[in-house]
């Protein structure tokens, strides 16, 4: 990692537990917080889907141990398993709607794991143009966030290691 993306993550990791205030049922699961969440939250236009609750986003920021992404067509994967790695992956999850686009593909999908299970997955849309996260429950999508422009840089410099003439999402 450079040394100007660890204060920065460092930085948005501190805003964002303030902002959240408060700890997550370790207990629940992410059918249960499902349910939770849209009964807070009603779906607006047809495209649209709640944001990550608080209480999920608390519970993987304060348990998660693993995090793995598979890539649809990419002839690599990624996974972590420190805290910093899983940070910065949960740091991906921006915390505004997502705005969804038809024309989009997911790349690939992100397991965020507690102890050997699925807390919670998500699509990964990352192309020009689309840069978001479907979180997704027995397949179906349940939830869709914005990613952040830490998440954008993150993926940005990984990619650019990996792939000969990479282009930089924005």
């Known amino acids: 990692m450079n040394r100007i993306t660890s204060p920065l993550v460092f930085l948005f990791f ?3 537990i303030l902002a959240c205030g408060g700890k997550g049922n370790d207990s629940a699961d992410v059918g249960s917080e499902a349910v939770s969440a849209s009964a807070k939250t ?3 236009d047809g495209n649209r889907l709640p944001v990550v609750p ?3 986003m608390q519970r993987l920021i304060d348990s998660t141990d693993y995090v793995d992404y598979l890539f649809y067509e990419m002839d690599f994967s990624m996974s972590m398993d ?11 999850i921006g915390e505004q709607p997502a705005q969804m686009n038809a024309a989009c ?3 690939g999908r992100i397991f965020y794991q507690i102890k050997g299970r699925n ?3 998500a699509d990964l849309y990352f192309s020009q143009g689309c840069a978001y996260l479907i979180f ?3 397949n179906a999508p349940i939830y869709a966030n914005s990613m952040s422009e830490v998440g954008k840089a993150f993926l940005n410099n990984q990619f650019a290691a990996i792939m ?3 282009q930089a999402v924005e």
């Open 14 to 16: 501190s805003l964002f």
């Open 42 to 44: 009603s779906q607006t």
């Open 54 to 56: 608080n209480e999920l």
């Open 82 to 92: 420190n805290k910093q790695g899983i940070m910065y992956s949960i740091a991906k």
């Open 105 to 107: 593909k997911p790349i």
């Open 119 to 121: 807390a919670a997955e």
């Open 136 to 138: 997704m429950k027995d």
């Open 164 to 166: 000969k003439d990479y």
